[in-house]
């Protein structure tokens, strides 16, 4: 689930799939790739960056792109794994302007 608002953060409003949960698939040392989904639900062209907690591990691509009213952008995202990685551990925040 999605993680609320700080306060006097505005309200995120574009739509993003999947919404709660990324799940990469991967075996061993093999890199591993998912896609999100991020649908602008504006009237006017919205622009979003998406940020991790670790560089080193994903890769995202665009990490950046601006999508205009009821478009969509697809963002892929890549694992390349390292031994030891804690699967609960790692976050993704999407922000838009």
């Known amino acids: 689930m999605p993680l609320p608002n700080k306060a006097g953060e505005p309200e995120f409003k574009m739509k993003v799939d999947p919404a709660d949960k990324l799940v990469i698939k991967y075996k061993g040392l093999e890199e591993g790739t998912c896609s ?3 649908t602008n639900t504006l009237k006017e062209r919205a622009c979003f960056k998406v940020k991790c907690t670790d560089n080193d591990i994903f890769r995202v691509r665009p990490p950046l792109g601006f999508v205009k009213p ?6 892929k995202i890549s ?6 990685i804690d699967p609960n551990r790692h976050f993704f925040a999407i922000y838009h302007v």
């Open 70 to 75: 009821g478009e969509m952008a697809e963002v």
């Open 36 to 38: 999100v989904k991020i």
């Open 79 to 84: 694992l390349k794994p390292k031994t030891g």
